[in-house]
T-cell receptor, first 110, second 115 residues
Framework: GENVEQHPSTLSVQEGDSAVIKCTYS??????FPWYKQELGKGPQLIID?????GEKKDQRIAVTLNKTAKHFSLHITETQPEDSAVYFC?????????FGKGTRLSVIA | DAGVIQSPRHEVTEMGQEVTLRCKPI?????LFWYRQTMMRGLELLIY????????DSGMPEDRFSAKMPNASFSTLKIQPSEPRDSAVYFC?????????????FGPGTRLTVL
């Protein structure tokens, strides 16, 4: 089955700096790559996603890049703010429901 | 819409007791997913339903776990008997006509502690 690796597991950045989280996957047939944000005490919530026919997608301060050849994709958050502090999960979908990475705990230090 | 509703939000029980977790998906959604979240294993898919029918339960850890969806607006996840290693946060999520591009909407989760 699909295997998703996510790095780093924890990340601390100064407010205003950028944060990058990376994921790799194993199944070349996978075609949908969403990112979820989980705030304390809440369920994960979709923040951005990308399909396999697109290399990059941007939504204000967040962007996702996809390299299908290398089977990895990344989440980029620019101009980080304290409210960006949360756990971020990448996920991959092919012929089965979403397979999630183990998450990255992002701390934005004011 | 109220979103996905889960109850209880917190459950503390003793080993050997039966535990029932409940979920109400978003109205109109035809897929329902149960996940378990732990520090060690992250988010694991336990089982999912389509139109109230279980499609894949390969993630259910043991026969002690069972899930039902008697109608489109209600699902239960039952653990009997419960064990301390079942302690985790259990999430229910729903989506509409899951294909490659449909968002899953998660409930707030049930934090289960088995003593």
């Amino acid at each position: 089955g699909e295997n998703v690796e996510q790095h780093p597991s924890t990340l601390s950045v100064q407010e205003g700096d950028s944060a990058v989280i990376k994921c790799t996957y194993s199944d070349s047939a996978s075609n949908y790559f969403p990112w979820y944000k989980q705030e304390l005490g809440k369920g994960p919530q979709l923040i951005i996603d990308i399909r396999s026919n697109v290399g990059e997608k941007k939504d204000q301060r967040i962007a996702v890049t996809l390299n299908k050849t290398a089977k990895h994709f990344s989440l980029h958050i620019t101009e980080t703010q304290p409210e960006d502090s949360a756990v971020y999960f990448c996920a991959v979908r092919g012929n089965t429901p979403l397979v999630f990475g183990k998450g990255t705990r992002l701390s934005v230090i004011a | 819409d109220a979103g996905v509703i889960q109850s209880p939000r917190h459950e503390v029980t003793e080993m050997g007791q039966e535990v029932t977790l409940r979920c109400k998906p978003i109205s109109g959604h035809d897929y329902l997913f149960w996940y378990r979240q732990t520090m060690m294993r992250g988010l694991e898919l336990l089982i999912y339903f389509n139109n109230n029918v279980p499609i894949d339960d390969s993630g259910m850890p043991e026969d002690r776990f069972s899930a039902k969806m008697p109608n489109a607006s209600f699902s239960t996840l039952k653990i009997q008997p419960s064990e301390p290693r079942d302690s985790a946060v259990y999430f229910c999520a729903s989506s509409f006509r899951t294909n490659a591009y449909n968002e899953q909407f998660f409930g707030p989760g049930t934090r289960l502690t088995v003593l």
